[in-house]
């Protein structure tokens, strides 16, 4: 059984599993990319002699070494970063080989936000904040796809989730008919 579903509970279902965005493997992909035609060129201007081996091994070495920094690591984290929506709880996780997360259940969420800059706007990424009952201070989750739909998703979950919860079935009265 897969992550999230060993976690789930049995009427509980997946709304939405995401990842960071995928611009935040772009660097490290471009890092790549460098990283290969710098070596590949390094390698190649290596005078000959009776120590170019070595010295072709040295420069391939270093690659390696800030290829597991700057581009193996990042993508680890984002491969292994989770934000899942169910119909219950919001779950984050994150960890490569240590973990951390958090469960938040709908019921205790008391404010969900969206903020995005300009170029968030562009590729439809953004930062969702989450408020909840007795924390000391938001949740924040960086880097969200489609940020402005999780948000209203988030907001229409925790309405039908109120409404489960209610003791009468559902029926809550609008806000028009509470006035009354």
């Known amino acids: ?9 049995a009427d509980e279902e997946v709304e939405r599993h995401l ?8 660097w490290p992909i471009v890092a790549f990319l460098a990283l290969v035609g710098l070596a590949s060129f390094g ?7 009776d120590q170019q ?21 990042p993508l680890l984290r984002w491969r292994t970063t989770h ?3 169910t119909t219950h709880r919001l779950l984050y996780r994150v960890g490569i080989l240590a973990r951390h997360g958090r469960d938040i259940g709908l019921s205790r969420i008391t404010d969900v936000s ?18 909840t009952a ?7 989750l960086r880097a969200i796809p489609d940020s402005e739909g999780v948000q209203q998703l988030l907001n229409q979950l925790i309405e039908e ?3 489960r919860r209610a003791p009468h079935g559902g029926d809550r009265p609008t806000t028009s008919e509470a006035r009354e």
């Not at 059984?1 to 509970?9: F, G, I, S």
């Not at 990842?19 to 772009?26: A, E, G, K, R, S």
């Not at 969206?114 to 408020?131: D, H, K």
């Open 114 to 131: 969206y903020r995005q800059t300009l170029g968030e706007r562009l590729v439809n990424s953004g930062t969702v904040s989450i408020e």
């Open 161 to 163: 989730d109120a409404d």
């Open 134 to 140: 007795g924390e000391g201070g938001p949740t924040v």
């Open 83 to 85: 934000y899942v929506i």
């Open 19 to 26: 990842h960071p965005h995928w611009l935040t493997v772009f």
């Open 43 to 49: 390698a190649a201007i290596v005078p000959a002699g």
């Open 1 to 9: 059984m897969a992550y999230p579903d060993k976690v789930l509970a």
């Open 53 to 73: 081996g070595l010295w072709r091994l040295v420069v391939v070495g270093v690659a390696v070494v800030l290829a597991v920094f700057l581009v193996v690591t």
